[in-house]
């Protein structure tokens, strides 16, 4: 299974991203998807979890209501929509996935990593 993120780049507080994970080599029916941030001297934390069969959602509390995760089952490309950006989330971010769809929070469950992609907000 291989995850391709992109979409990152340098915003104002307040503006809004779109990342995109492309995910391929694999069939997903079963599996959880995640968003993951990491800010420099941090711990590498969940943003928000999908299923992948039924597109159920799961948010950090720090996102809920700004950031919105979806997927396209056909397209095998998830997406975080981020809006409402704040400084503080500045961070690399990845996208993971679980094929044993435990969907937690947890980093080491997920066996698979895409490469990341910075974010950027300015004040």
């Known amino acids: 299974v291989q995850l391709q993120a992109s979409g990152g780049g340098l915003v104002q507080a307040g503006g809004s991203l779109r990342l995109s994970c492309r995910a391929s080599?694999?069939?997903?029916?079963?599996?959880?998807m995640a968003w993951f941030r990491q800010a420099p001297g941090k711990e590498r934390e969940v943003v928000a979890t999908?299923?992948?069969?039924?597109?159920?959602?799961k948010y950090a509390d720090s996102v809920k209501g700004r950031f919105t995760i979806s997927r396209n089952a056909v397209a095998n490309t998830m997406f975080l929509q981020m809006d409402s950006l704040k400084p503080e989330d500045t961070a690399v971010y990845y996208c993971a996935a679980d094929r044993d769809g435990r969907a937690s929070f947890n980093r080491h469950v997920y066996e698979y990593w895409g490469q990341g992609t910075q974010v950027t907000v300015s004040s």
């Open positions: 080599g694999g069939t997903f029916s079963t599996y959880v």
């Open positions: 999908i299923r992948w069969s039924s597109g159920s959602t």
